[in-house]
């Protein structure tokens, strides 16, 4: 089978798509025929060997994708089966969930790891309530454009943020109230937009460059909720700042906590599996590439030409 494999010989990691045996399911593995693979950041940093998200080299690069069940056709998707970027992998039975009838097995694919971070967010990390204000960081981007979706079902107000006005349109027409062009002034702009409370809540995938800020956008016990840091991580926090704040709560969750055990999975990629098949969650697919060009995927991410989900087709 083709598969995207890094390797590291002392230089930098190296990207190569080439031929494998195919993967061997063990006992409670299923071997799947990928339709699709999803491209995430955390790929990024599994080529670049960053901890926890690398395996011992050389090793097929990919968690997230979805496909159909060799000898059974069932339509599966997953969001942490290693190996995905190939044309076959072994997913263990517990890592997989149905895809329903009516949503596309690409369309499951784009949803799964993003979707499942969206929804975690709204409904753990922070339950939006009816007429709360809400910062979204990167709002044309794959977790973006889901989160503003699922905060407006959730009667939410949204204030989105992108670094361009094509980017914005994109965040307004996901369903964003405000969106700031630039990342400057949100603060002031979300407080004025609240008669003069302040956000909920602020969901942060970008770290470096907003994170200290989004501390002054929030109202008097709001939640900071840093899930992610697409342009760095944040310089260190004084916990005794957040009282000064106006006594708030800052977390840094992670998906993996949220899908823990088998049950927890199903649960929440049922629900936006759900969303998708009713229509209510909708899922941007804004560029799909070969396999064989899994490294340009990557830089595409890196240097913030995509917007919702990026896919890889074997
Ligand atoms: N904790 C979790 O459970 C979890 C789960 C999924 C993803 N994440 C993390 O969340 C973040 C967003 O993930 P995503 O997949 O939805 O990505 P994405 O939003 O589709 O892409 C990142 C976006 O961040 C913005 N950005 C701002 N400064 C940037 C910079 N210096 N370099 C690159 N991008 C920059 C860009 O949008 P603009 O051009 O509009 O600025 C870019 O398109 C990533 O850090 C990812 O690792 C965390």
Excluded at 142 to 169: I, M, N
Aim: charged fraction near 20%; aromatic fraction near 6%.
């Amino acid at each position: 089978m083709q598969a995207v494999v890094y390797e590291r010989t002392g230089g930098p990691e190296v990207l190569t798509v080439r031929e494998v045996p195919d993967p061997e399911p063990g006992e409670g593995a299923l071997l799947v025929d990928v339709e699709a693979a999803g491209v995430n950041f955390r790929d990024v940093y599994e080529r670049e060997g960053r901890r926890p998200y690398t395996a011992t080299p050389p090793a097929v690069i990919g968690v997230e994708g979805a496909g159909t069940v060799a000898g059974t056709g069932e339509r599966v998707a997953w969001l942490d089966v290693r190996g995905s970027y190939a044309t076959r992998v072994a997913a263990p039975r517990d890592k997989v969930v149905p895809v329903p009838d009516g949503v596309d097995t690409d369309v499951a694919a784009a949803a799964m790891l993003q979707g499942c971070t969206a929804q975690y967010l709204v409904s753990e990390s922070y339950p939006v309530a009816e007429g709360d204000w809400v910062v979204v960081h990167a709002g044309a981007g794959g977790v973006g454009l889901l989160l503003t979706q699922l905060v407006r079902a959730r009667g939410g107000h949204v204030l989105a943020t992108t670094s361009t006005g094509e980017k914005a349109e994109l965040a307004r027409a996901a369903g964003a109230d405000e969106v700031v062009v630039g990342y400057e002034g949100f603060p002031e702009r979300v407080r004025e937009l609240s008669g003069g409370v302040g956000a909920a809540v602020v969901y942060d995938g970008v770290g470096r460059t907003t994170f200290a800020a989004g501390l002054t956008a929030l109202r008097p016990t709001g939640r900071m909720i840093l899930y992610g840091a697409a342009s760095g991580q944040p310089e260190p926090l004084e916990l005794h700042s957040l009282a000064g704040h106006g006594s708030l709560y800052v977390q840094r969750p992670t998906l993996a906590t949220y899908t823990r055990t088998p049950e927890l999975l199903r649960t929440l990629a049922g629900a936006v599996l759900d969303h998708v098949a009713a229509g209510r969650l909708d899922v941007r697919i804004g560029g799909r590439r070969p396999l064989a060009q899994a490294r340009e995927a990557h830089e595409d991410l890196e240097a913030r030409r995509t917007t919702g989900k990026l896919l890889l087709l074997p």
